[in-house]
């Protein structure tokens, strides 16, 4: 029988029949069908013809069956035969009087198929044949275009084809703007990407936060703050908030940059917001804090990090360990090693030469050799870097002949020293006096292809100059000139000349160094400003050096605190204490922190007029500021104490604290914080109520400080921001009785109460789970006239979701929008995920419209949500709809939505696009984690893709990425289902071998595996060891062995096994029963199956899908259809859907018996369900029209 008379069979028996049905058992039907009557299906596969084929496109295109013309579609583009012109095809279609507007949405598709398959010329041809002939083109089919070029890295042609799409009036969204926008970034045409930004947004195309992001990102990179503070004017002005990429892009360039002041501000904003940082920003966080020298909040951040459930990796650890090395604190950092090899992440050699910079900087330089010879033996050479920073060790120790050691050992070791080297050997050379061989140094360091830079040349300028030898350090400024090495704004060049004419007292030449830099475009430092005003100092002439200054400030050049502490110093030699001081006051208003020898410089000049008091205060000011008073702080109060013993007011501090007279020592206390606050020194008057708030001494009841304050007569807007600083200060020390009892306070004293104080409150209950006192204390400030933002509603939000009161919390959302807080994209976050934990869609589709009513995007971490969710309940067709609207918007997924898409697509069985997936992220340069790495080889072992599982599990390996059981679980359950059993033994053994003892799940994979290749014996003796390695069976083990005993007719050991597990305290499951319950059915015992099925009710188990499904097949077998079909229906009254063994099993009982229409009903219901018939289904329907 020919496919076309099969067909007219199909038409003339079932004339309501839909071409998407003929399409399907073209399309679906499996490669090699077992009944020879279904061959005839293939007749048309077998002798493809394009006008067939378009044929079939048109009538699917009619019936709105869009994913089966595409797929016809598809065969026609890779297939030679079929692949003709867009002419061609065109005229083929204008023969057979095809409607305009399916003509266009055909080519609307077969552009999007032609990108899809890389064919990006036939693309542009079938595009400009729309064009040409005026047909509308879709919008999402471009942005597939722009993407594809994206990903290519052809920008030029992305940039092209965006114009193209303007010319032809092609609707612009925001997320082609966007797209193209980061392809202009790309090439580094910013000023460029900001115009079409402005341009779209004339057009009525706003900019999204992704497309603020990207232009954020590409200021930073090119260090243009103006233009970034533009951008985040203008993301303000359009009602965004900074997201966590954009906070995590902020954080990242400004501490690159050295810019510390804005990193802190950023990091007391997010704080202040409530945001919950995710891993890249905590990383951030921690390398920014590290940087500020703030270690103890660096490692807050990551112990905070933990509590999230967050995972550090790698550069977490690396940024931590760089902060503890900076701050000298070694044994920190050594604790931090330890735990990362304990969790067997990878140790890189980045993480090694911090450790032995740290060491080295500490004169520890054992300690330092000790962790090479470690990391040599973990497989990492020094680098060059190694080198260095050894040899840079020891030449702080002065040995210089050891570092020379090194360094002209490297080579030996088959590592060629860089510029750094070659400059630590110079500097070496140049402290001994060895200019000659520093000179030589300088010159092989040339023969060999290095460039000497600015770093070697001030060297050796240095060098010189602190020998007295100007004309020499002169000579090298002009090779520097000649050679094309500028003096940049970080040399010490200028400095150590400018340093050697001040110790020569030619304060003339030295001004003449700034003039000539000057002129020839390099400004000078604040290094180099330094070196004058010190210079002037030392002569004693403050008055010069504070000219030098204001000329410093005049320019823009901000001195630091060596530069205030030189000017202090000076004024201190000439007895100006006064000045002195003053100076101390403006440094520290200008934000620049005094250190130990700002302090000791001012103590000695106080001690050496004989101000004996003020001296001593500026003592208890540095300890009170937690600077350290070191040996020669206290050597310049010695002496003059022990001639002079009156104590002076601010030592009646200690000695009134020591000898119980707590009282007067509160008071002085709150006098110094009342100043502090009258010179709006926060930090400083903070920091005494920490001592007032930890000493026992001191604290007081709340009622008792008001009388304190009245005596000193201090007016109430001060005292309500004492009382505010008091309550955010018992909150930081977890007193949060102390801190409730000023809240108390405040309301009744009609104090203002800081809603960001409120919000460190409302934080700390969250951190410590403490969720119903984290509402009850909102409802306070509610209560309170508090003012109410959305972070601290969010996190109020955030609490009620944890404790399950979901209703709750959207209920709180409403009352707070009526009061005009509006939510933003973190609370509606909140919410989704609540919902999708719950799972309730009906309320998770209500606050996906409520977003879309109030303008908001999903973000990255909404799709992570929606994808995790949707996946863990099976609902996969959702997953794809998700995959095509991110990919739709063009979103930059993080690693964490990278990792949840692709664990989707494990699920939906699409390898080639998880894959596509995984090099992407890499692409962008996003570091995969053992999540990501575990989904993709999850993804590979469903599809029976255990090479290629292999593979990626090596590259764990290499790049050091800790494999955990669950992936070696995966990879044995993906060679079990191969039936490779030796195979997944094999990696079982390789578990064990890392320390990873086999946990029941590694049995029942095994025990499963077996099974299916009819091993039963092996399967129940494998089972049984179990016990004797000390693994208790759990109910999945139980239920493989009466699996076993099933398929061998034993249903006496069967139910044996089912009593033994109760008595054992495991409770049998549905699964469970569903197993034997089967085995009854495939025998025909359907009355033991009934009776068991009973049981199960009796025991509170409901019966699901798979009971039914069974009772299904076994009525069918049994040749019971009719009573098959009652248990059909009885379905949906239970709550239950079949599925697609279900609908099989009845499909081909009613087919057997001859009842083909009731089998194709059934198969429509089927496809109507949204479920893929398979093999059997179309071998029972062809067998029916056959029969």
Same mark, same amino acid.
């Given at each position: 029988?020919?496919?076309?008379?099969?067909?007219?069979?199909?038409?003339?028996?079932?004339?309501?029949?839909?071409?998407?049905?003929?399409?399907?058992?073209?399309?679906?039907?499996?490669?090699?069908?077992?009944?020879?009557?279904?061959?005839?299906?293939?007749?048309?596969?077998?002798?493809?013809?394009?006008?067939? /084929?378009?044929?079939?496109?048109?009538?699917?295109?009619?019936?709105?069956? $869009?994913?089966?013309?595409?797929?016809?579609?598809?065969?026609?583009?890779?297939?030679?035969?079929?692949?003709?012109?867009?002419?061609?095809?065109?005229?083929?279609?204008?023969?057979? /009087?095809?409607?305009?507007?399916?003509?266009?949405?055909? $080519?609307?598709?077969?552009?999007?198929?032609? &990108?899809?398959?890389?064919?990006?010329?036939?693309?542009?041809?079938?595009?400009? !044949?729309?064009?040409?002939?005026?047909?509308?083109?879709?919008?999402?089919?471009?942005?597939?275009?722009?993407?594809?070029?994206?990903?290519?890295?052809?920008?030029?042609?992305?940039?092209?084809?965006? /114009?193209?799409?303007?010319?032809?009036?092609?609707?612009?969204?925001?997320?082609?703007?966007?797209?193209?926008?980061?392809?202009?970034?790309?090439?580094?045409?910013?000023?460029?990407?900001?115009?079409?930004?402005?341009?779209?947004?004339?057009?009525?195309?706003?900019?999204?936060?992704?497309?603020?992001?990207?232009?954020?990102?590409?200021?930073?990179?090119?260090?243009?703050?103006?233009?970034?503070?533009?951008?985040?004017?203008?993301?303000?002005?359009?009602?965004?908030?900074?997201?966590?990429?954009? !906070?995590?892009?902020?954080?990242?360039?400004?501490?690159?940059?050295?810019?510390?002041?804005?990193?802190?501000?950023?990091?007391?904003?997010?704080?202040?917001?409530?945001?919950?940082?995710?891993?890249?920003?905590?990383?951030?966080?921690?390398?920014?804090?590290?940087?500020?020298?703030?270690?103890?909040?660096?490692? @807050?951040?990551?112990?905070?990090?933990?509590?999230?459930?967050?995972?550090?990796?790698?550069?977490?650890?690396?940024?931590?360990?760089?902060?503890?090395?900076?701050?000298?604190?070694?044994?920190?950092?050594?604790?931090?090693?330890?735990?990362?090899?304990?969790?067997?992440?990878?140790?890189?050699?980045?993480?090694?030469?911090?450790?032995?910079?740290?060491?080295?900087?500490?004169?520890?330089?054992?300690?330092?050799?000790?962790?090479?010879?470690?990391?040599?033996?973990?497989?990492?050479?020094?680098?060059?870097?190694?080198?260095?920073?050894?040899?840079?060790?020891?030449?702080?120790?002065?040995?210089?002949?050891?570092?020379?050691?090194?360094?002209?050992?490297?080579?030996?070791?088959?590592?060629?020293?860089?510029?750094?080297?070659?400059?630590?050997?110079?500097?070496?050379?140049?402290?001994?006096?060895? $200019?000659?061989?520093?000179?030589?140094?300088?010159?092989?360091?040339?023969?060999?292809?290095?460039?000497?830079?600015?770093?070697?040349?001030? #060297?050796?300028?240095?060098?010189?100059?602190?020998?007295?030898?100007?004309?020499?350090?002169?000579?090298?400024?002009?090779?520097?000139?000649?050679?094309?090495?500028?003096?940049?704004?970080?040399?010490?060049?200028?400095?150590?000349?400018?340093?050697?004419?001040?110790?020569?007292?030619?304060?003339?030449?030295?001004?003449?160094?700034?003039?000539?830099?000057?002129?020839?475009?390099?400004?000078?430092?604040?290094?180099?400003?330094?070196?004058?005003?010190?210079?002037?100092?030392?002569?004693?002439?403050?008055?010069?050096?504070?000219?030098?200054?204001?000329?410093?400030?005049?320019?823009? &050049?901000?001195?630091?605190?060596?530069?205030?502490?030189?000017?202090?110093?000076?004024?201190?030699?000439?007895?100006?204490?006064?000045?002195?001081?003053?100076?101390?006051?403006?440094?520290?208003?200008?934000?620049?922190?005094?250190?130990?020898?700002?302090?000791?410089?001012?103590?000695?000049?106080?001690?050496?007029?004989?101000?004996?008091?003020?001296?001593?205060?500026?003592?208890?000011?540095?300890?009170?500021?937690?600077?350290?008073?070191?040996?020669?702080?206290?050597?310049?109060?010695?002496?003059?104490?022990?001639?002079?013993?009156?104590?002076?007011?601010?030592?009646?501090? /200690?000695?009134?604290?020591?000898?119980?007279?707590?009282?007067?020592?509160?008071?002085?206390?709150?006098?110094?914080?009342?100043?502090?606050?009258?010179?709006?020194?926060?930090?400083?008057?903070?920091?005494?109520?920490?001592?007032?708030?930890?000493?026992?001494?001191?604290?007081?009841?709340?009622?008792?400080?008001?009388?304190?304050?009245?005596?000193?007569?201090?007016?109430?807007?001060?005292?309500?921001?004492?009382?505010?600083?008091?309550?955010?200060?018992?909150?930081?020390?977890?007193?949060?009785?102390?801190?409730?009892?000023?809240?108390?306070?405040?309301?009744?004293?009609?104090?203002?109460?800081?809603?960001?104080?409120?919000?460190?409150?409302?934080?700390?209950?969250?951190?410590?789970?403490?969720?119903?006192?984290?509402?009850?204390?909102?409802?306070?400030?509610?209560?309170?006239?508090?003012?109410? #933002?959305?972070?601290?509603?969010?996190?109020?939000?955030?609490?009620?979701?944890?404790?399950?009161?979901?209703?709750?919390?959207?209920?709180?959302?409403?009352?707070?929008?009526?009061?005009?807080?509006?939510?933003?994209?973190?609370?509606?976050?909140?919410?989704?995920?609540?919902?999708?934990?719950?799972?309730?869609?009906?309320?998770?589709?209500?606050?996906?419209?409520?977003?879309?009513?109030?303008?908001?995007?999903?973000?990255?971490?909404?799709?992570?949500?929606?994808?995790?969710?949707?996946?863990?309940?099976?609902?996969?067709?959702?997953?794809?709809?998700?995959?095509?609207?991110?990919?739709?918007?063009?979103?930059?997924?993080?690693?964490?939505?990278?990792?949840?898409?692709?664990?989707?697509?494990?699920?939906?069985?699409?390898?080639?696009?998880?894959?596509?997936?995984?090099?992407?992220?890499?692409?962008?340069?996003?570091?995969?984690?053992?999540?990501?790495?575990?989904?993709?080889?999850?993804?590979?072992?469903?599809?029976?893709?255990?090479?290629?599982?292999?593979?990626?599990?090596?590259?764990?390996?290499?790049?050091?990425?800790?494999?955990?059981?669950?992936?070696?679980?995966?990879?044995?359950?993906?060679?079990?289902?191969?039936?490779?059993?030796?195979?997944?033994?094999?990696?079982?053994?390789?578990?064990?071998?890392?320390?990873?003892?086999?946990?029941?799940?590694?049995?029942?994979?095994?025990?499963?595996?077996?099974?299916?290749?009819?091993?039963?014996?092996?399967?129940?003796?494998?089972?049984? @060891?179990?016990?004797?390695?000390?693994?208790?069976?759990?109910?999945?083990?139980?239920?493989?062995?009466?699996?076993?005993?099933?398929?061998?007719?034993?249903?006496?050991?069967?139910?044996?096994?089912?009593?033994?597990?109760?008595?054992?305290?495991?409770?049998?499951?549905?699964? #469970?029963?569903?197993?034997?319950?089967?085995?009854?059915?495939?025998?025909?015992?359907?009355?033991?199956?009934?009776?068991?099925?009973?049981?199960?009710?009796?025991?509170?188990?409901?019966?699901?899908?798979?009971?039914?499904?069974?009772?299904?097949?076994?009525?069918?077998?049994?040749?019971?259809?009719?009573?098959?079909?009652?248990?059909?229906?009885?379905?949906?009254?239970?709550?239950?859907?079949?599925?697609?063994?279900?609908?099989?099993?009845?499909?081909?009982?009613?087919?057997?018996?001859?009842?083909?229409?009731?089998?194709?009903?059934?198969?429509?219901?089927?496809?109507?369900?949204?479920?893929?018939?398979?093999?059997?289904?179309?071998?029972?329907? &062809?067998?029916?029209?056959?029969?």
């Amino acid at each position: 029988m020919s496919t076309q008379k099969f067909y007219q069979r199909v038409k003339q028996r079932f004339p309501k029949r839909p071409i998407k049905e003929i399409a399907k058992l073209i399309s679906l039907f499996p490669p090699s069908p077992s009944p020879s009557s279904c061959s005839n299906f293939f007749n048309f596969k077998q002798s493809p013809n394009l006008e067939t /084929h378009l044929a079939l496109v048109v009538d699917l295109l009619k019936s709105k069956e $869009f994913a089966e013309a595409e797929n016809i579609l598809n065969a026609v583009v890779v297939t030679d035969g079929l692949r003709k012109p867009v002419s061609k095809l065109a005229s083929l279609l204008s023969e057979n /009087h095809v409607k305009r507007k399916v003509m266009g949405k055909m $080519f609307n598709m077969l552009f999007s198929v032609y &990108v899809n398959n890389m064919r990006f010329n036939e693309a542009l041809q079938v595009f400009d !044949y729309m064009k040409k002939g005026c047909f509308r083109i879709d919008d999402r089919a471009c942005m597939a275009y722009l993407l594809a070029m994206k990903r290519q890295r052809q920008y030029d042609s992305l940039f092209e084809f965006f /114009h193209k799409m303007v010319e032809f009036n092609v609707k612009i969204t925001v997320y082609s703007m966007t797209v193209v926008v980061d392809g202009l970034c790309k090439m580094g045409e910013v000023c460029e990407a900001r115009k079409l930004v402005d341009e779209m947004a004339s057009k009525g195309v706003k900019p999204s936060d992704y497309t603020y992001n990207i232009l954020l990102q590409a200021y930073m990179k090119i260090q243009d703050f103006v233009a970034v503070m533009e951008v985040l004017r203008k993301m303000e002005k359009d009602g965004f908030d900074l997201n966590m990429t954009s !906070y995590t892009l902020l954080i990242k360039g400004y501490s690159t940059f050295g810019d510390l002041v804005e990193v802190e501000r950023l990091f007391k904003e997010i704080e202040e917001k409530g945001i919950e940082p995710n891993v890249h920003l905590c990383t951030s966080m921690i390398s920014g804090y590290s940087k500020l020298g703030n270690v103890m909040k660096a490692f @807050s951040m990551f112990v905070e990090m933990v509590e999230r459930g967050l995972i550090p990796d790698g550069h977490t650890y690396g940024a931590l360990i760089n902060g503890f090395c900076k701050a000298g604190l070694m044994q920190g950092a050594e604790v931090l090693l330890n735990e990362m090899q304990g969790k067997r992440i990878s140790i890189d050699r980045v993480i090694f030469n911090t450790m032995m910079d740290g060491y080295c900087k500490q004169g520890n330089v054992d300690e330092a050799l000790r962790l090479q010879t470690i990391m040599e033996g973990e497989g990492h050479q020094p680098d060059a870097n190694a080198y260095n920073i050894i040899a840079t060790g020891l030449r702080k120790l002065e040995l210089y002949d050891e570092a020379k050691m090194v360094l002209l050992s490297m080579v030996d070791r088959g590592v060629a020293p860089d510029t750094v080297s070659y400059t630590t050997l110079i500097d070496i050379y140049c402290k001994q006096g060895n $200019f000659v061989e520093a000179k030589r140094a300088l010159i092989e360091m040339e023969t060999k292809g290095l460039k000497p830079n600015t770093a070697t040349y001030t #060297t050796l300028v240095d060098g010189y100059c602190k020998l007295g030898k100007i004309v020499d350090a002169k000579r090298i400024l002009r090779v520097m000139e000649t050679e094309g090495v500028k003096p940049n704004t970080t040399t010490n060049s200028a400095c150590a000349l400018t340093d050697g004419y001040c110790k020569q007292g030619d304060f003339i030449e030295a001004k003449t160094v700034f003039s000539e830099i000057g002129t020839k475009g390099v400004k000078p430092n604040t290094v180099t400003y330094t070196a004058l005003i010190d210079g002037y100092c030392k002569v004693r002439n403050p008055a010069k050096a504070e000219k030098v200054l204001i000329e410093m400030e005049t320019k823009g &050049v901000k001195p630091n605190t060596v530069t205030y502490t030189a000017l202090i110093d000076g004024c201190c030699k000439v007895g100006n204490i006064a000045k002195a001081i003053k100076i101390l006051i403006e440094m520290e208003t200008k934000g620049v922190n005094p250190n130990t020898v700002t302090y000791t410089a001012l103590i000695d000049g106080c001690c050496k007029v004989g101000n004996i008091a003020k001296a001593i205060k500026v003592l208890l000011e540095m300890e009170n500021k937690g600077v350290k008073p070191n040996a020669i702080t206290y050597n310049a109060l010695k002496m003059v104490i022990v001639r002079k013993m009156s104590i002076h007011t601010p030592l009646i501090l /200690h000695r009134e604290c020591i000898s119980g007279k707590a009282d007067a020592a509160l008071k002085l206390f709150i006098e110094i914080i009342t100043q502090f606050k009258l010179l709006q020194k926060f930090a400083e008057a903070k920091s005494i109520l920490y001592t007032v708030a930890s000493d026992d001494s001191l604290r007081k009841p709340i009622s008792e400080i008001p009388s304190l304050l009245g005596e000193n007569r201090v007016e109430h807007k001060v005292m309500g921001k004492m009382f505010d600083m008091l309550f955010r200060v018992y909150v930081d020390s977890m007193r949060f009785k102390e801190a409730l009892e000023v809240f108390e306070y405040m309301k009744n004293g009609g104090f203002e109460i800081d809603d960001r104080s409120c919000m460190v409150y409302l934080l700390a209950m969250k951190r410590r789970k403490q969720y119903d006192s984290l509402v009850e204390f909102f409802e306070m400030m509610v209560e309170f006239d508090v003012r109410i #933002t959305v972070y601290s509603m969010t996190m109020v939000i955030d609490g009620l979701c944890k404790v399950g009161e979901v209703s709750k919390a959207r209920k709180l959302m409403d009352e707070m929008v009526s009061k005009g807080v509006k939510p933003n994209v973190y609370t509606y976050n909140t919410l989704l995920d609540a919902c999708m934990k719950k799972p309730d869609f009906v309320a998770l589709k209500e606050i996906l419209m409520a977003m879309e009513k109030e303008g908001l995007d999903l973000d990255v971490t909404s799709y992570t949500l929606l994808i995790d969710g949707y996946c863990n309940i099976g609902n996969l067709k959702e997953v794809e709809r998700l995959f095509r609207e991110i990919e739709g918007k063009g979103i930059k997924p993080d690693v964490h939505l990278y990792t949840s898409m692709i664990s989707g697509c494990s699920k939906l069985g699409n390898v080639k696009k998880a894959f596509s997936l995984f090099d992407e992220m890499v692409e962008r340069g996003l570091v995969p984690n053992a999540h990501t790495y575990g989904a993709l080889i999850n993804c590979l072992c469903k599809a029976g893709q255990m090479q290629a599982a292999e593979v990626l599990l090596n590259e764990m390996q290499s790049k050091g990425i800790d494999i955990g059981p669950v992936i070696f679980n995966t990879m044995m359950d993906g060679y079990c289902k191969q039936g490779n059993i030796d195979e997944a033994w094999r990696l079982q053994k390789i578990m064990e071998g890392k320390g990873y003892e086999s946990d029941v799940y590694v049995y029942n994979i095994i025990a499963t595996g077996l099974c299916k290749l009819d091993r039963c014996e092996e399967a129940k003796t494998w089972l049984f @060891s179990m016990v004797d390695r000390g693994v208790a069976p759990n109910e999945v083990a139980h239920t493989t062995l009466i699996s076993i005993y099933s398929k061998e007719g034993n249903f006496v050991e069967a139910k044996r096994t089912l009593r033994e597990m109760e008595t054992k305290g495991v409770k049998p499951n549905t699964a #469970t029963y569903n197993t034997l319950i089967d085995g009854y059915c495939k025998k025909g015992m359907m009355k033991e199956a009934y009776k068991l099925k009973n049981v199960m009710e009796c025991k509170g188990l409901k019966p699901d899908l798979y009971t039914y499904t069974s009772l299904v097949h076994g009525e069918c077998i049994s040749g019971n259809v009719d009573d098959a079909l009652k248990l059909f229906n009885e379905m949906p009254r239970e709550g239950l859907v079949p599925n697609v063994v279900t609908y099989t099993a009845m499909i081909s009982g009613l087919s057997k018996e001859g009842r083909s229409d009731e089998a194709f009903r059934l198969y429509d219901e089927m496809i109507e369900a949204g479920l893929t018939p398979d093999a059997s289904a179309y071998s029972a329907l &062809v067998g029916s029209l056959h029969g």
